[in-house]
């Protein structure tokens, strides 16, 4: 997943997937943890140091020549090799294809997550999240929760977020594609629609992105459908995905742990209602706002929003 950091709506901590930031290279794998769909991957042998990494005993420097320069360090990505299930990078990167070959598609997802009060105490709030896509230059996102209603429009050449319940909008010209217009918002404004990164143009590359290690965990089942369910670690979440192992190929259900905040919140979105023939209307992609609605500044939307938590 993209970075270090999940798209969000502001103050929803939620993304790859689900959702995440990708920009960096699919990195190169390392020792790789065979295993057959059904089983446990093999652990590695007690006392062993992952593929790699290099032992040193305490204290000890290395001998360096006068006038030598002093060796470079070596970048945080290079120092740890990447493990990853063979199989898992396969049923990711097929998953990755499929969306990556439609040129559009809508989905519904069911949106839990986590809360933590300064106390420690856990909150747990739900949602459910409306979502379109179409590649040439469209996407849509409508989220209804407890935290109130948000929409957002995507078309090639603007964003538009609406909040009825202060009925203000604002809109930014945007990059004409859909992963750069994402990558602006984040940078600028520090959030993006939920989900978004299975949207992106490389959906593989970009849930892929900061994998440290993967691994198959087993056969499950979400809402009465088989899934593949894989596991994968990264420097500052966890996360899990379930892929439908059937006649789409699709997520079925992504759950992220921020394991480095406070609590360990946790992120889950059940995924349906997949629909790649239904075609999406023009209108759909078009910013629908009432007549008396306010437009102020994006800035200032997005820190209201946060504010209303």
Same mark, same amino acid.
């Given at each position: ?83 990853? +299930?063979?199989?898992? =990078?396969? $049923?990711? &990167? %097929?998953? /990755?294809?499929?969306?990556?070959? #439609? ?75 859909? +992963?750069?217009?994402? =990558?602006? $918002?984040? &940078? %600028?404004? /520090?959030?993006?629609?939920?989900? #978004? ?75 349906? +209602? ?36």
């Amino acid at each position: 997943m993209r970075g270090t950091t999940l798209r969000q709506w502001p103050r929803i901590v939620i993304g790859v997937v689900l959702v995440m930031f990708f920009v960096a290279p699919f990195p190169t794998w390392g020792a790789a943890v065979e295993t057959t769909p059904g089983k446990q991957p093999a652990k590695p042998p007690a006392g062993t140091a992952p593929a790699g990494t290099a032992t040193q005993k305490p204290m000890e420097k290395p001998v360096e020549k006068a006038g030598a320069k002093p060796a470079a360090k070596p970048t945080e990505q290079s120092s740890m090799a990447t493990i990853i +299930d063979p199989q898992v =990078d396969k $049923l990711l &990167k %097929e998953m /990755g294809e499929y969306l990556k070959s #439609a040129q559009q598609y809508t989905f519904q997802a069911d949106i839990t997550f986590d809360d933590v009060l300064p106390s420690g105490q856990k909150i747990q709030f739900g949602a459910t999240e409306d979502v379109a896509l179409r590649r040439s230059n469209g996407a849509y996102f409508e989220y209804r929760g407890d935290l109130g209603v948000k929409r957002f429009w995507y078309n090639g050449e603007t964003i538009t977020l609406y909040d009825p319940g202060a009925n203000w909008y604002a809109s930014e010209k945007v990059p004409a594609k859909f +992963d750069d217009a994402m =990558d602006l $918002l984040m &940078k %600028e404004f /520090g959030f993006a629609p939920p989900l #978004a990164d299975l949207l992106s143009a490389d959906p593989y590359k970009v849930l892929a992105g900061k994998v440290q290690f993967g691994i198959y965990v087993g056969m499950g089942t979400v809402e009465g459908l088989r899934c593949y369910h894989l596991a994968f670690s990264e420097k500052y979440i966890d996360w899990q995905i379930w892929i439908e192992d059937g006649k789409m190929l699709v997520p079925r259900k992504i759950l992220i742990t921020y394991k480095t905040i406070p609590g360990a919140p946790q992120f889950t979105a059940v995924l349906s +209602d997949w629909d790649f023939v239904t075609r999406v209307p023009d209108s759909l992609f078009s910013a629908a706002l009432p007549p008396d609605a306010e437009k102020i500044q994006f800035a200032k939307l997005a820190t209201s929003l946060d504010k209303k938590k």
